[in-house]
Every structure is written in structure tokens, then in C-alpha cells.
């Protein structure tokens, strides 16, 4: 086990209950794009920086509610220079905002807003010395 070490996180995944409509919406909204399809369907997106996300479908269980405070993993957060320019951007495309712009723990700014299936989403602007 001493040569074992975690280089990284490699994809956060969220189950859809539509994966091309909700991939669709994340290369049309947030700049992602289609990186690979697999028949089943499980989709890969990859951000403009290169990270990739996995879109999968949801196995028929009821959808919990959450916040970002509910247990288990709570949202995904995306890094942008410029908040302001993210915020008018999504208002563009009706986003449903859940809070107000705010500092973010750490520095910085944070929104927080949800993608048309109810996932919780956040832009974060951190400054430029973290």
C-alpha cells in the first residue's frame, strides 16, 4: 500500500432522468462538450478546462431533497474568473438561483443555482492568489 496515492479526482457523475437532454444543456449552457456516448446511455463531457463529467441514467428511485447542507456529496461547483459575467450569462437561460451572491468560504464569491433536474450548481470566483 505505500506506492498507492490518489493523483486526483477524476469525474464527478450525475444521474439524469433524460442524459442527452441534460448533457444537451450542459454544452449549450456551461460551455461543456461531448466528449464520449456510450450505448447504455452514459455520457462523458469535458469542460473547457478539461475535466470531465459523467452523465448517467438513474436507476427509478425517488430524488431526495437536498441543500447544500444534506448529507452525502451536496453540490458540484464551478471555478469562473468573472461571477458577475457567470450570473448574467445563466439569467440568459431562466436559471433558478437558491441564493444570493455571497462570500465564498475560503474567499471569494459564490451563487448558487440548479440545472433543469434539480442538481445543485455553484460559480465560484476565487481570488487570484489562492
Given at each position: ?14 444521474a ?30 469535458k ?6 463529467l ?7 428511485n ?21 461571477i458577475?459575467?457567470?450570473i ?40 487570484k492568489?489562492?
Amino acid at each position: 500500500m505505500e506506492n498507492f496515492k490518489i493523483n486526483g479526482i477524476d469525474h464527478p457523475a450525475v444521474a439524469a432522468e433524460n442524459v442527452e437532454t441534460l448533457s444537451n444543456w450542459y454544452c449549450e449552457v456551461l460551455g461543456f462538450e461531448i466528449f464520449y456516448k456510450d450505448p447504455r446511455p452514459i455520457w462523458l463531457l469535458k469542460a473547457p478546462d478539461g475535466v470531465i463529467l459523467e452523465i448517467l441514467p438513474n436507476d427509478g428511485n425517488a430524488r431526495p431533497t437536498r441543500t447544500n447542507l444534506t448529507l452525502g456529496w451536496s453540490h458540484l461547483a464551478f471555478n469562473v474568473d468573472d461571477i458577475e459575467a457567470g450570473i448574467k450569462h445563466l439569467d440568459n437561460h431562466n436559471i433558478r438561483w437558491t441564493s444570493v451572491l455571497s462570500p465564498a468560504t475560503g474567499g471569494g464569491k459564490v451563487r448558487t443555482f440548479l440545472d433543469p433536474e434539480g442538481n445543485v450548481l455553484q460559480l465560484v470566483e476565487r481570488p487570484k492568489e489562492i
